[in-house]
């Protein structure tokens, strides 16, 4: 058996070098002051921009496998390494000011932040089921301990608690789907894996098997109904902050998980996975939208929110035409952007002793910050789909993708679902423009979130008036898988 | 009968007396060294069938790290035999049903046709184990087998945030203060005026 060739771990230079960062950080961390907690988040910062740069250039511009098909760097996964990377920039800025205020500022955070991206990156470079798995551990890993993070919290123990157990099931499942595919197919490479599938021998209902573990491994870890109870428990109960990460970034991973083993390595077993797939669509769209306008808290309200977003990009993903992993991918990306917009808007209106995760709590926002309350108008907008921004380009494509296929049924019905959601998000906006609070508390915010936040929610418009700035990358990212 | 043959029943004889000495023996500590023994004999069945990597892993994890554990935390602990053995008429009739149920289904395993013994492959490698899983597991395997350290350094990390904490409430000496202490700290003189004589 040869060595790996140095061309090959040239593809893997971002990943090497954020490894490289998250050991240097976590020895640098252990010989700073309290008060120089300062140093590790502006290394954190740095390794993401460096990595992401080194994404940038360090990208073939083609399909290309390493490590005997354990590792692929193809257009899809550039694509998404650069939003995981980016968004998590986003996601220290934001909680930065919130867990300085709880003493929560931490140098183990942004090591296991940092380890997070590393496993999502190798998820999202995966082409083996074995580098999947390790790729979902390392980041759910990194992901139970910083829901945990607030140890004084019962509320954050009971969801870290929740999360682990239901994670560790998730993970039984998907490893259950995998060994029955390896037995079937004799191979862990999902290119191998497809071709095999596609002349394979054994019986239609033992690859239904298969499916039937690996969606369900999918579904918990994206949170579509049935599979969806620990969201919002764990998203209400882990520090705004925790959720903010856990809810942008990892989505983006865990979709790539979705594509790799469905539409990757299951192409021919769609007849399995497409009823599957429209069941957890049809549940999903209902329980998000329909339960989220009984909730009070905004987290939970967000979690539900989720909910109904997992819905949507599903349908690309059920669509199963380049078109359909396309739009998923789209939908996927500009979720993730509105996701670390509103739950940052959380983490930056919160303040010491105060956590504003109450719905009431963005009640008249317009006059303690007119600029902030524009910038939520958008988010939330963009989360109900109304144009010009761009989750409403989000949601066409995916519609359009899923009447392409002749279904236009399940298009009608995701689009009445997305009109009785929109209630719950509209009512956000009605209270932070026309409620209004006796003491006005003037909302006190650092530059740089300030500046960041202004261009999340831009962003969102920007991309609603020119959606194919990214639709063009989406299309080529599909058309590469 | 062949050596090979002879070697197998031996082992396997030991194995399952010493599995039935494990459940059968009143001290916890005697158990637990019955089990070791168990794993062993285990270990050297593994061995016969070429499989000395197996054999080898057993016993250093196995014997050597978790049952040595196992043997601390069952002699740290408080365990009353009784007790543990009350209500064994009792859970016979639920015990007999989970066994009889087990038997069938191993019978039905066995008795299947994918697990006879013609359509078992033999290993036809002249490469010891060892070696084969060495030369994989560093060149095709590399980039798995290093995530997977990644994952095991991120537990570290995880385990070490979440339960290394300062508690205000806790008592515990601070040996480097003790040795610094000084002499007045402990000490206090009072000065007072001598009393007189009780009567």
């Known amino acids: 058996m040869a060595l790996p060739l140095a061309k090959q771990f040239a593809l893997m230079v971002p990943e090497l070098f954020l490894l490289g960062m998250i050991c240097a950080i976590l020895v640098i961390d252990v010989f700073l002051k309290n008060s120089q907690r300062n140093v590790t988040y502006w290394l954190s910062q740095f390794s993401l921009l460096i990595t992401g740069i080194l994404v940038l250039t360090m990208n073939p511009g083609e399909r290309i496998t390493g490590f005997d098909g354990a590792f692929v760097s193809d257009p899809f996964s550039v694509l998404l390494k650069l939003f995981v990377v980016g968004i998590t920039i986003a996601v220290f800025v934001y909680s930065r000011p919130y867990m300085r205020d709880r003493e929560l500022f931490r140098g183990e955070y942004f090591v296991l932040g940092l380890a997070g991206v590393l496993g999502m990156m190798v998820l999202i470079s995966a082409h083996s089921l074995l580098t999947i798995y390790l790729g979902l551990e390392l980041m759910s890993l990194a992901l139970y301990a910083m829901v945990a993070f607030q140890r004084d919290s019962g509320r954050a123990s009971e969801a870290a608690m929740k999360y682990f157990v239901l994670g560790a099931l998730a993970s039984g499942l998907l490893l259950y789907g995998m060994s029955i595919l390896y037995g079937l197919t004799g191979s862990l490479d999902i290119t191998r894996i497809a071709i095999n599938l596609a002349h394979s021998p054994h019986p239609e209902v033992a690859v239904g098997l298969a499916v039937v573990f690996i969606v369900s491994g999918v579904a918990f870890k994206l949170g579509a109904v049935p599979f969806h109870m620990w969201i919002p428990d764990v998203y209400e109960g882990a520090p705004t902050s925790v959720t903010l990460y856990m809810g942008s970034v990892t989505k983006i991973a865990a979709f790539a998980m979705v594509i790799r083993l469905l539409a990757e390595a299951l192409p021919s077993a769609h007849i399995h996975w497409g009823g599957m797939l429209e069941l957890l669509i049809v549940l999903s769209l209902a329980v998000g939208n329909v339960i989220a306008i009984a909730q009070t808290s905004i987290k939970r309200m967000l979690a539900y929110s989720t909910i109904s977003h997992v819905g949507f990009v599903f349908m690309g993903v059920f669509a199963g035409t380049d078109a359909g992993y396309a739009a998923a991918t789209y939908y996927v990306l500009v979720y993730a952007l509105m996701s670390a917009g509103a739950f940052g808007m959380i983490a930056l209106l919160s303040r010491k002793g105060f956590e504003a995760e109450n719905i009431e709590d963005f009640k008249g926002l317009n006059q303690r910050s007119p600029w902030l309350a524009f910038m939520m108008l958008l988010i939330m907008f963009s989360m109900a789909g109304i144009p010009p921004t761009v989750g409403f380009y989000a949601k066409l494509v995916v519609l359009q993708a899923v009447v392409q296929v002749d279904q236009p049924w399940l298009a009608l019905y995701a689009v009445i679902m997305s009109v009785i959601g929109a209630f719950y998000y509209l009512r956000v906006v009605k209270f932070m423009y026309f409620d209004k609070v006796e003491e006005v508390v003037p909302v006190r915010l650092k530059l740089d979130a300030g500046i960041l936040m202004s261009f999340n929610g831009l962003a969102l418009l920007a991309l609603g008036m020119f959606p194919s700035v990214l639709m063009v990358y989406c299309t080529a990212a599909a058309g590469g898988l | ?199």
């Open chain 2, 1 to 199: 009968m062949s050596y090979l043959q002879f070697v197998f029943y031996f082992f396997s004889a030991l194995t399952i007396l010493s599995a039935l000495g494990m459940i059968t023996v009143k001290n916890p500590v005697h158990a637990v060294l019955f089990l070791v023994f168990a794993f062993f004999n285990s270990a050297a069945l593994w061995i016969t069938l070429r499989a000395e990597f197996l054999g080898i892993v057993l016993v250093l994890v196995y014997v050597g790290a978790v049952m040595v554990l196992f043997l601390f935390v069952v002699m740290m602990l408080d365990i009353n035999i009784a007790k543990l053995r009350e209500g064994f008429v009792r859970f016979l009739p639920l015990g007999v049903i989970v066994a009889l149920a087990m038997v069938v289904e191993l019978g039905l395993i066995l008795g299947a046709k994918y697990f006879q013994l013609a359509g078992h492959p033999q290993n036809q490698s002249m490469l010891p184990n060892t070696e084969a899983l060495g030369n994989v597991l560093y060149t095709q395997y590399v980039y798995p087998f290093e995530i997977a350290a990644v994952v095991l350094l991120v537990a570290i990390i995880a385990a070490i945030a979440l339960t290394l904490r300062r508690r205000p409430d806790s008592k515990y000496t601070k040996p480097e203060q003790q040795i610094a202490i000084e002499r007045n700290q402990r000490v206090r003189i009072v000065k007072m005026s001598a009393e007189g004589k009780s009567k």
